[in-house]
């Protein structure tokens, strides 16, 4: 099964191959990523209307591109797959019309497929790693662990009741003078921080679930950074060091407990293969990356970061889970909806709050 995906639902266009051969693990053949960074710049955030109109130029160019690298043709392929949500709704539009075109156009079978479901699949994809395992989703828009339990059967065991973490690394970058995007910026001054000098909150801990918050941490930088510059009447190198550290250790630590306690529910299932899985920008992260595996030892479990490119926004992710969803499920027609929300463990409640990278599920 050769399938190309399509990926759009917040600032990164993408298309990608990517084939399965019976009794294989599946190939990327191609992946083709376009960011738009450049083109919120001045906005300080996503600007969904600007986002959808890019989607709806690029898309294209990302198909013709990822066909060409695999040195391919629309007649090699079996079918579409492409988000179909969550997401900023003009992006995710773009996208399933596009993947809608190209079915129509070639008669090949489409699928549909929820973001959330492209990272939560990506392990298998890149290390081949058995059901059930735990997941962390962590990015600008997203933060949940899910209890993958195969293709279409995910269990939210908890997540962010306001923001995502990549979002608050973004916001926190801003308050201290850090460009954008904010996580890498923060954590190469944290380098020559103090994480110990100022006291800031791990939001959370003090409930035993696996729920999160870190609105409050980035207030907590907001009135720490105004006492230093009332104090000292301006921000040192120094003092922007120690706060990015103290911010990222905070992060690191809430991730790290709340972690402990999902692995502890997942292996509660005794799992064959026990394995704590990431993904999403933040776990690029090194601090963040080492504390998570530090838990996973500890508890004696696999840890699996994919490569980078695996892990942010890509359409790869989006073909493949098409691909494993597709041993259980035949393909949409072209009454396929476009979904701001959706949620992947339909029995929770719907979760807080809605990021500036889209709505979360
Ligand atoms: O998964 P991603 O590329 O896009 C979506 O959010 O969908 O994640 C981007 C987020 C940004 O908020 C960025 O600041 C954060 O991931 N990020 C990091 C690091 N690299 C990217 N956060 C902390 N440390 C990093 N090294
Ligand atoms: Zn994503």
Same mark, same amino acid.
């Given at each position: 099964?050769?399938?190309?995906?399509?990926?759009?639902?917040?600032?990164?266009?993408?298309?990608?191959?990517?084939?399965?051969?019976?009794?294989?693990?599946?190939?990327?053949?191609?992946?083709?990523?376009?960011?738009?960074?450049?083109?919120?710049?001045?906005?300080?955030?996503?600007?969904?209307?600007?986002?959808?109109?890019?989607?709806?130029?690029?898309?294209?160019?990302?198909?013709?591109?990822?066909?060409?690298?695999?040195?391919?043709?629309?007649?090699?392929?079996?079918?579409?797959?492409?988000?179909?949500?969550?997401?900023?709704?003009?992006?995710?539009?773009?996208?399933?019309?596009?993947?809608?075109?190209?079915?129509?156009?070639?008669?090949?079978?489409?699928?549909?497929?929820?973001?959330?479901?492209?990272?939560?699949?990506?392990?298998?994809?890149?290390?081949?790693?058995?059901?059930?395992?735990?997941?962390?989703?962590?990015?600008?828009?997203?933060?949940?662990?899910?209890?993958?339990?195969?293709?279409?059967?995910?269990?939210?065991?908890?997540?962010?009741?306001?923001?995502?973490?990549?979002?608050?690394?973004?916001?926190?970058?801003?308050?201290?003078?850090?460009?954008?995007?904010?996580?890498?910026?923060?954590?190469?001054?944290?380098?020559?921080?103090?994480?110990?000098?100022? %006291?800031? +909150? $791990?939001?959370? =801990? !003090?409930?035993?679930?696996?729920? @999160?918050?870190? &609105? *409050?941490? #980035?207030? /907590?930088?907001?009135?720490?950074?105004?006492?230093?510059?009332?104090?000292?009447?301006?921000?040192?190198?120094?003092?922007?060091?120690?706060?990015?550290?103290?911010?990222?250790?905070?992060?690191?630590?809430?991730?790290?407990?709340?972690?402990?306690?999902?692995?502890?529910?997942?292996?509660?299932?005794?799992?064959?293969?026990?394995?704590?899985?990431?993904?999403?920008?933040?776990?690029?992260?090194?601090?963040?990356?080492?504390?998570?595996?530090?838990?996973?030892?500890?508890?004696?479990?696999?840890?699996?970061?994919?490569?980078?490119?695996?892990?942010?926004?890509?359409?790869?992710?989006?073909?493949?889970?098409?691909?494993?969803?597709?041993?259980?499920?035949?393909?949409?027609?072209?009454?396929?909806? %476009?979904? +701001? $929300?959706?949620? =992947? !463990?339909?029995?929770?409640?719907? @979760?807080?709050? &809605? *990021?500036? #990278?889209? /709505?979360?599920?």
């Amino acid at each position: 099964m050769l399938l190309l995906g399509l990926e759009s639902s917040c600032d990164d266009t993408a298309a990608a191959l990517v084939r399965q051969m019976p009794g294989q693990r599946a190939r990327v053949l191609s992946s083709v990523v376009v960011g738009q960074t450049e083109l919120h710049a001045s906005f300080g955030g996503v600007v969904p209307e600007i986002a959808a109109r890019a989607h709806a130029e690029k898309l294209d160019l990302c198909v013709e591109k990822a066909l060409a690298e695999a040195d391919l043709s629309l007649a090699d392929v079996d079918g579409f797959a492409v988000t179909a949500g969550p997401g900023l709704i003009g992006g995710v539009l773009s996208g399933v019309m596009c993947a809608k075109g190209l079915s129509a156009a070639t008669g090949k079978p489409l699928y549909g497929v929820n973001h959330l479901a492209g990272h939560a699949l990506t392990p298998r994809l890149t290390d081949d790693v058995p059901y059930p395992y735990l997941m962390l989703l962590v990015s600008g828009g997203h933060c949940q662990f899910l209890l993958v339990h195969g293709p279409d059967r995910f269990e939210r065991l908890g997540g962010t009741i306001d923001d995502a973490p990549g979002e608050a690394f973004d916001k926190v970058a801003r308050l201290i003078s850090l460009p954008q995007p904010g996580g890498p910026a923060i954590e190469q001054v944290a380098k020559a921080g103090d994480s110990k000098r100022f %006291a800031l +909150p $791990r939001p959370l =801990l !003090d409930r035993p679930d696996c729920d @999160m918050s870190f &609105s *409050g941490l #980035k207030t /907590a930088v907001l009135r720490t950074r105004d006492k230093v510059i009332e104090q000292k009447g301006g921000l040192s190198v120094k003092d922007q060091a120690d706060l990015a550290a103290g911010f990222q250790a905070a992060v690191t630590d809430v991730l790290a407990e709340k972690t402990r306690r999902a692995l502890r529910k997942y292996l509660d299932h005794a799992p064959d293969v026990r394995t704590l899985c990431v993904a999403g920008g933040v776990a690029a992260n090194k601090a963040i990356g080492h504390g998570l595996e530090t838990v996973s030892r500890e508890l004696d479990c696999a840890f699996i970061a994919p490569p980078l490119s695996l892990c942010t926004d890509n359409a790869a992710m989006i073909a493949f889970a098409a691909i494993e969803q597709s041993q259980l499920r035949g393909p949409d027609d072209l009454t396929l909806s %476009a979904r +701001p $929300r959706w949620p =992947l !463990d339909t029995s929770q409640p719907a @979760m807080l709050g &809605s *990021g500036k #990278k889209g /709505a979360k599920a």
